[in-house]
């Protein structure tokens, strides 16, 4: 099975943690935009905060899934922005908080 690398760009931000990440999914959360290329050579930039405001932050992951089901005929390449600095702050922030527990006798 291929290992699935972040882009060089993201691995590069933070190297010591970006590098050794095997992607399988990127929860949303975790999304600053969605770039689709169609084959005619059309562009889409989705800006997620902003589509989720529009679309309904419920059911996001839905709305997602039926524009690519729409246009899954016409679409070349589909391209995930990671919020880099996001995933930076939840990392930090939930290791700080793993090693500031106590370990539990067994």
């Known amino acids: 099975m291929t290992k ?3 882009p060089k760009d ?3 931000s933070w190297p010591e943690i970006f590098s050794d990440i095997d992607v399988r999914a990127i929860p949303l959360e975790y999304l600053d ?19 989720a405001k529009q679309s309904g932050e ?13 246009y899954e005929e016409s679409i070349q390449h589909i391209d995930f922005r990671l919020d880099v600095a996001k995933v930076k ?6 290791t700080k908080s793993f090693l500031k527990k106590p370990k539990k006798e067994k």
């Open 10 to 12: 993201v691995v590069e």
């Open 58 to 70: 419920d059911d996001l992951e839905g709305h997602l899934k039926e524009l690519f089901s729409n």
């Open 89 to 94: 702050k939840d990392v930090i922030k939930q």
């Open 4 to 6: 699935k690398s972040l």
């Open 33 to 51: 935009s969605i770039r689709i290329i169609f084959e005619n050579g059309k562009v889409w930039d989705i800006d997620i905060a902003k589509y």
